[in-house]
């Protein structure tokens, strides 16, 4: 009897104990469910609790004594979120001559995902690929196959921790994550590499705070990495950085987007389009541009200028020396203009710096700047754009110190003989802020979505760019995109006012800007079109400088060139070594500062030889050139033209004249004998410029004008003319110098590896070589009695290198009184 009692009373404790444990499970919300580790999720109010610091934003994180825990609202899942990672400090000793990279603001990574629940208790980290799309989703439509062909990569699995039935929302914890090297925050994998980063050091890395914005949620880290001490070497040395990384909610309203255009200079999303033709696929892309809604449709809509709903924020970084924030602003402002075309005022804002804002907006990714790096690099900045519709997020330009050096050199150079003001050691501020306004004008362009539009100066005369009049309403650069931001061509009897001598945003910027912003009605591709063509029927293209297959060359069309000026490269070449010629005798007196050194004066000296190289390769490219104006079908003319012979003989003469005849202006012993600098500068430039112009690519372009039935350049005439001004000296059997007698034997050596490369091409160009080869051994013959000491010996080098490039033997015939007895 006691027995079963006993049974009784142990099966009814069991009952209730089950009971017990049953409805404790059932008040706590999910917390039953065991993921597949058969870990089980806690509370809500247990994991996050009342001592948790709490950060808002679109997404919540939570800060429980050193655990961090990410709180995602179930209606963000699925969303499309991005990761912008930047340097909010900098490692000490990172930077070197070689790799500039590594300023705090410089962009590191950024990463496009959603959030996605699966079963077992996971939260999903996945990303999506915009570069093939399709719309249809019919049954037999094309998005159905591209979704089956295009598996979204899983960046990560994360276990869920908790859940909140209340708010919908979701729980994962991060504290690990964010302490290791991950995919999403921090560097990109391809930066590492290139900055020569290894293993990420896990015990100097942690979470140094959280910041919550509406649209943004702010991590900073603190990351050390190991790297070697130098290229090659073994020995690792710790390098720790700040990184912030912001999530960025992307706008679920989607931007209306604007199809690129090739003849139109914007930055672009590109992807595969699989609705547009059925018969196969196009490649399309959305220009870059900022979301621009006028605050008064009536008014837009009616004519009038309209603010836009929300404009285009510039901060200024506070520490930028204060002395440069009004011009810095100017140029940024400067686009203003244009935007006014497109219907906007004031679409461009500048937030000048307090004591409160020193680099705050690099805190939040929605704001954009100009930022401060007290070193050099040649960035002008980046943008961060949503990959969905080209809208532009977030645009960071740079402002390097060593900017203004860079400013300076270029100025003294290029208008030193035109405006006083610029023959000093250090120029004024008003001076150098009107530079610096220019200067930044061009890196609002990129931050605005347009690319570089180097082919608009080709719509500029000579006659218009040394016009005071003319430049008082007309920019002389074409475009403020380009490079140009001096007028080099300008000559001293012009009498141009120095304002007139900076680059500006130009009508060309203008009609740009309007095609790209202003609102239409839909559908608006026709209405675009028509601009374009309306436009080019003035003579006036917009040159994008987009390559084009099809055509056998080594460049683009030579109208297209980063910071020539005018319609004539030549003539603008030779206005710029006549402003050269006026500086270089005064190099040392216009930069000496009493008390210091030399070296601004050797500094300027290597930057006019870059200069004066840059004249010659803008007329250069002459030959053998291609012009190329894209064009749709319904605009008449020709798409592909050669340049004309008359342009490209008058190109050769400009380079025979002022590079390879010995440039004795350029040849300045004061300057050497106080500088690290020689002649061998200049030797240097006009070596490889005749190696480009005796390259086998450069004579494929004229091979292939002439297989056009082209009246152009024929190779063997080329040939003729090149040599001919490279061994000028043999006609008159007049001397050579030394700088000649190098240039001769570059000719010949590489005359004789395109023989030989050629030697069993099917090619008539190995015919044309080879028989050049023959004709130039033979002059050299010819002219060699008439020279005696140091000119024979180099005229008998000359003759053997090619009779063995030619002929090959082991050792050629010799004459015991005169090597060029014997013939061969």
């Known amino acids: ?181 991950n995919l999403l925050f921090g560097f990109a994998q391809q930066v590492k590499m290139i900055s020569g980063l290894g293993m990420m050091l896990n015990d100097r890395s942690y979470i140094e705070s959280v910041k919550g914005y509406p649209d943004n949620l702010f991590i900073r880290m603190v990351r050390t990495y190991n790297k070697p001490v130098s290229k090659g070497s073994a020995t690792l040395a710790p390098f720790t950085f700040e990184i912030n990384s912001s999530m960025i909610l992307l706008p679920k309203q989607l931007m209306a987007t604007r199809t690129a255009d090739k003849r139109v200079p914007f930055q672009q999303v590109d992807y595969i389009d699989f609705d547009q033709n059925p018969l196969g696929v196009v490649n399309l892309g959305y220009i870059y541009r900022w979301r621009m809604e006028p605050s008064n449709p009536a008014d837009y809509n009616g004519g009038k200028l309209s603010k836009p709903k929300t404009p285009i924020r510039m901060y200024l970084d506070a520490q930028i020396p204060k002395k440069w924030l009004p011009y810095i602003a100017e140029g940024l402002l400067s686009w203003n203009k244009a935007f006014e075309k497109a219907g906007y005022q004031d679409a461009i804002e500048v937030v000048m710096p307090d004591a409160d804002s020193s680099q705050v907006y690099l805190e939040n990714a929605h704001l954009s700047g100009v930022i401060f790096k007290p070193g050099t690099g040649e960035s002008w900045g980046n943008i961060v754009r949503d990959p969905r519709t080209g809208e532009i997020l977030q645009a960071q330009l740079n402002f390097y110190l060593q900017d203004l050096n860079k400013l300076y050199n270029q100025y003294l150079i290029q208008a030193g003989a035109l405006d006083p003001q610029s023959r000093r050691p250090t120029f004024t501020t008003e001076l150098m802020g009107r530079l610096l306004a220019a200067y930044m004008s061009q890196q609002m362009a990129n931050a605005l979505g347009l690319k570089a539009n180097s082919g608009a100066s080709a719509a500029v005369r000579i006659s218009d760019i040394r016009n005071n009049n003319w430049l008082n309403n007309h920019a002389f650069n074409g475009s403020i995109t380009d490079q140009a931001l001096i007028n080099y061509v300008a000559q001293p009897q012009d009498a141009i006012d120095p304002k007139n001598l900076l680059a500006r945003v130009s009508e060309s910027d203008l009609w740009t800007i309007n095609w790209g912003y202003r609102l239409l009605p839909s559908p608006e591709a026709k209405a675009l079109n028509k601009q374009i063509i309306d436009r080019s029927n003035k003579g006036l293209q917009m040159y994008s ?74 007329a250069a490219n002459q030959i053998g050139g291609v012009y190329i104006d894209i064009k749709n079908s319904d605009q008449k003319g020709e798409v592909f033209t050669f340049t004309s012979l008359a342009k490209q003989q008058e190109a050769l003469r400009f380079i025979q004249q002022e590079a390879f005849k010995t440039p004795q202006w ?159």
């Open 1 to 181: 009897m006691k027995k079963t009692n006993c049974r009784l009373y142990f099966k009814v404790f069991s009952t209730l104990i089950a009971l017990y444990f049953s409805i404790s499970a059932s008040a706590q919300v999910k917390d039953s469910t065991a993921n597949s580790a058969g870990a089980r999720m806690r509370a809500y109010k247990a994991l996050i609790t009342s001592k948790a610091k709490t950060y808002n934003s679109f997404v919540r994180m939570h800060q429980v004594d050193d655990k961090y825990y990410l709180e995602i609202p179930d209606s963000l899942l699925g969303r499309e979120i991005l990761t912008v990672n930047r340097l909010g400090r900098a490692a000490a000793d990172f930077r070197s001559a070689d790799n500039p990279f590594g300023y705090s603001g410089d962009l590191i990574g950024e990463n496009l995902f959603h959030f996605e629940k699966s079963a077992g208790n996971k939260l999903f980290v996945k990303m999506k690929s915009y570069k093939e799309r399709a719309t249809d989703t019919t049954f037999n439509g094309m998005k159905r196959s591209l979704e089956r062909n295009n598996s979204e990569s899983l960046l990560q699995s994360f276990t869920i921790k908790a859940t909140n039935d209340s708010t919908h929302t979701t729980v994962i914890e991060l504290t690990e994550y964010l302490n290791q090297d």
């Open 545 to 618: 400088g987009e390559a084009v297959a099809g055509i056998n060359r080594t460049t683009l069309d030579p109208r297209i060139q980063s910071g020539d000026l005018s319609n004539d490269a030549v003539q603008a070449g030779k206005s710029g070594i006549a402003n050269l010629k006026k500086v270089v005798p005064n190099l040392l007196s216009w930069t000496i500062t009493p008390g210091q050194g030399y070296q601004p004066a050797g500094d300027v000296y290597k930057q006019l030889i870059a200069q004066y190289n840059q004249y010659l390769r803008y």
């Open 666 to 824: 350029l040849n300045s012993p004061k300057l050497y004998a106080r500088t690290e600098t020689d002649f061998d500068l200049v030797g240097k430039v006009q070596k490889e410029l005749l190696g480009d112009l005796l390259d086998a690519k450069t004579l494929s372009k004229l091979v292939t004008a002439e297989s056009s039935g082209e009246k152009g350049y024929s190779p063997s005439a080329y040939l003729s003319d090149l040599s001919n001004g490279i061994f000028s000296e043999l006609a008159q059997h007049s001397a050579f110098d030394n700088n000649r007698r190098e240039l001769q034997k570059v000719y010949v050596n590489k005359l004789i590896v395109l023989v030989q490369a050629m030697a069993k091409s099917d090619s008539d160009l190995s015919s044309v070589m080879r028989m050049h080869a023959t004709f130039l051994m033979k002059r050299i013959k010819t002219a060699s009695g008439s020279y005696k000491g140091i000119g024979a010996s180099h005229l008998t080098d000359l003759y053997e290198r090619l009779y063995i490039g030619l002929h090959n033997p082991a050792q050629p015939e010799r004459s015991n009184t005169n090597p060029f007895s014997t013939v061969r």
